[in-house]
């Protein structure tokens, strides 16, 4: 059973990045598909991107098109998803998230809340 | 980009049956995915492709989809039903639906 444990909480400036890490147990991150989802407070999901494996690239969602970078590290099983340039509007609790099938998500990881305020 | 449309909140007797609607264009014919979210945590999937429940979701969810609307059923409902829902389906990207709050009376 995949399991998905994200780092802690961060405090960014505005105009700084953010890099948030999904540590994978159960599986290894080559046999998955990672994406990764926001959720601002009070406000609904809100997908950001993902790797493709029809095609072996990392998809983005066109919002966060070059200020959005998502990497993985298969020797510690460990994805990646730093944001740039970072606004007050980027306060939100990111979920990385394996996606199945035609395009399910489970599981989820349990959330990093991103905090950008100066 | 493909739009889904849900109402912000629907209210249920304890013990009766919720409807929780999902509206998006010919949506009959794409996948439907629905997720459970409690306060302060993360979303957890209880329904894909359509009408699937994952192992672990008990029987009382179950889902549809016809035409312009999916629907996501909680049959017998619980105080611990009480929760937003999101409907999702993949459209060349992920639309996920703005939520719908349940209230358990």
């Known amino acids: 059973q995949v399991q998905l444990v994200q780092s802690g909480a961060e405090v960014k400036k505005p105009g700084a990045s953010v890099k948030v890490s999904c540590k994978v147990s159960?599986?290894?991150?080559?046999?998955?598909?990672m994406h990764w989802v926001r959720q601002a407070p009070g406000k609904g999901l809100e997908w950001m991107g993902g790797?493709?494996?029809?095609?072996?690239?990392?998809i983005y969602a066109q919002k966060f098109q070059g200020r959005v970078t998502m990497t993985e590290d298969t020797s510690t099983d460990t994805a990646y998803m730093e944001l740039s340039s970072l606004r007050s509007e980027d306060t939100a609790v990111y979920y990385c998230?394996?996606?199945?099938?035609?395009?399910?998500?489970?599981?989820w990881g349990q959330g990093t809340l991103v905090t950008v305020s100066s | 980009s493909y739009e889904l449309t849900q109402p912000l909140s629907v209210s249920v007797a304890l013990g009766q049956t919720a409807r929780i609607t999902c509206g998006g264009n010919?949506?009959?014919?794409?996948?439907v995915h629905w997720y459970q979210q409690k306060p302060g945590q993360a979303p957890v999937l209880v329904i894909y492709?359509?009408?699937n429940r994952p192992s672990g979701i008990p029987e009382r969810f179950s889902g549809s989809n016809s035409g312009n609307t999916a629907t996501l059923t909680i049959s017998r409902a619980q105080a611990g039903d009480e929760a937003d829902y999101y409907c999702?389906?993949?459209?060349?990207?992920?639309?996920f639906g703005g939520g719908t709050k349940l209230t358990v009376l």
């Open positions: 998230a394996i996606v199945k099938g035609d395009g399910w998500f489970d599981p």
């Open positions: 159960g599986y290894t991150l080559t046999e998955l598909s």
């Open positions: 790797f493709d494996p029809e095609d072996g690239e990392t």
């Open positions: 010919n949506i009959g014919s794409k996948n």
């Open positions: 492709r359509d009408s």
């Open positions: 999702q389906v993949w459209d060349s990207s992920t639309a």
